[in-house]
């Protein structure tokens, strides 16, 4: 158990290295000698290598990885196009939101994408969980609590992307490269916690019963 959770504050430890404090170093030891610009798209760099590592890790691509691969994306075609160096920290935020919509639009079709994304999930975990799971898919109480879900996530991300948004064009861009990613754990954290809760509330009621 020790091992465990060493291993865990080891990786964590990682985490913010990659995703917090190596994206700031790269930005601001190669400002001075590639500009802005390239200073800004250099700093994608070790959140690239991270989601690298966790895909040969774990042998798939997470929402985090699609996002950052997302914003690399649309950094290069913003930078092809002549973009500004604000307009290219806006990267990652335009995928969440776009992301987020995908979320609200997926519930209106009844479609829910967090009964898509833990149907998948539990199918890679374990056959009888999965099972389990979905035995509860033409229930109408299960069906509601996916649809809420997924709006809340939606609507979440989406209101991440415009506080990412303002804070873009607020805050100098080293601060923006430390700022940003916080945010983005803080809401991402704030939905599990909300789900989690939500969850329990759902079970007591009945509503996940099959």
């Given at each position: 158990?020790?091992?465990?959770?060493t291993r865990k504050r080891v990786m964590m430890a990682l985490e913010i290295l990659f995703n917090f404090l190596l994206?700031?170093?790269?930005?601001?030891?190669?400002?001075?000698?590639?500009?802005?610009?390239?200073?800004?798209?250099a700093s994608a760099a070790p959140p690239i290598v991270w989601s690298l590592v966790e895909f040969a890790r774990h042998r798939r691509i997470d929402a985090i990885s699609v996002m950052v691969l997302g914003g690399i994306a649309l950094s290069l075609a913003g930078f092809a196009l002549?973009?500004?160096?604000?307009?290219?920290l806006m990267r990652e935020s335009l995928v969440t939101g776009l992301i987020g919509f995908i979320f609200i639009v997926s519930a209106?079709?009844?479609?829910?994408?967090?009964?898509?994304?833990?149907?998948?999930?539990?199918?890679?975990?374990?056959?009888?969980?999965?099972?389990?799971?979905?035995?509860?898919?033409?229930q109408p109480g299960f069906r509601r609590v996916m649809t809420v879900m997924t709006i809340v996530?939606?609507?979440?991300?989406?209101?991440?992307?415009?506080?990412?948004?303002?804070?873009?064009?607020?805050?100098?861009?080293?601060?923006?490269?430390?700022?940003?990613?916080?945010?983005?754990?803080v809401t991402i954290g704030l939905l599990m916690l909300w789900t989690f809760l939500y969850?329990?509330?759902?079970?007591?009621?009945g509503l996940l019963e099959g």
């Open positions: 158990m020790k091992g465990i959770v994206p700031w170093t790269v930005y601001h030891f190669s400002k001075p000698h590639i500009g802005e610009i390239h200073a800004i798209m002549g973009g500004s160096p604000k307009l290219l209106l079709i009844r479609r829910p994408l967090i009964y898509v994304l833990a149907s998948a999930s539990l199918k890679r975990q374990s056959a009888e969980d999965s099972a389990e799971f979905e035995s509860y898919r033409h996530w939606g609507i979440g991300l989406v209101v991440e992307t415009a506080v990412r948004s303002v804070l873009v064009f607020s805050l100098p861009v080293g601060r923006f490269l430390i700022v940003g990613p916080i945010v983005g754990y969850g329990r509330s759902a079970e007591k009621a």
